[in-house]
Nanobody, 128 residues
Framework: QVHVAESGGGLVQPGGSLRLSCTAA????????MGWFRQTPGKEREFVAA????????SYADSVKGRFTISRENAKNTVYLQMNSLRPEDTAVYYC?????????????????????WGQGTQVTVSS
C-alpha cells in the first residue's frame, strides 16, 4: 500500500502561480513514478504531467506545456507541480498519483485508470 498526499492548492488570479506538492510513502523504500491529474465536475480525470522515479523523464499535457513544470526531490520523496501563467480553465481538483515498481510504460501514463494509488486531491481555483 502506498499513501499519497497533496498540498498547495488555493485561489489565484489569472496569470498567477501556484506550486503543488505531493508525497508518497509505502512499506518499502522504493521510489515511485509520479503523476498529476485534474478533474472538474462532470468530466473525467485528465492527465496533466508525470515524472519517472529517477526524475530523468517527464511528460506534459499539451494544454499545460510551457506553463507547468513537474519536478521531484527524492531525498524528501516529494514531487512538485509548478504552475505558472494560470488560466481560469486550469480550475480543477488536482490529484497526485503514485506508480510503484514495476513501473508503468510511458504510454500508460495518460490513462488515470492505470494508476493505482491516489491522493485526496487539492482544489485549484483561478479567478479574478
Amino acid at each position: 500500500q502506498v499513501h499519497v498526499a497533496e498540498s498547495g492548492g488555493g485561489l489565484v488570479q489569472p496569470g498567477g502561480s501556484l506550486r503543488l506538492s505531493c508525497t508518497a510513502a509505502g512499506r518499502t523504500s522504493s521510489r515511485y513514478g509520479m503523476g498529476w491529474f485534474r478533474q472538474t465536475p462532470g468530466k473525467e480525470r485528465e492527465f496533466v504531467a508525470a515524472i519517472t522515479s529517477t526524475g530523468g523523464g517527464t511528460s506534459y499535457a499539451d494544454s499545460v506545456k510551457g506553463r507547468f513544470t513537474i519536478s521531484r526531490e527524492n531525498a524528501k520523496n516529494t514531487v512538485y507541480l509548478q504552475m505558472n501563467s494560470l488560466r481560469p480553465e486550469d480550475t480543477a481538483v488536482y490529484y497526485c498519483a503514485a506508480d510503484p515498481p514495476p513501473y508503468l510504460i510511458r504510454s500508460s501514463w495518460y490513462s488515470a485508470d492505470r494508476w493505482d494509488y491516489w491522493g485526496q486531491g487539492t482544489q485549484v481555483t483561478v479567478s479574478s
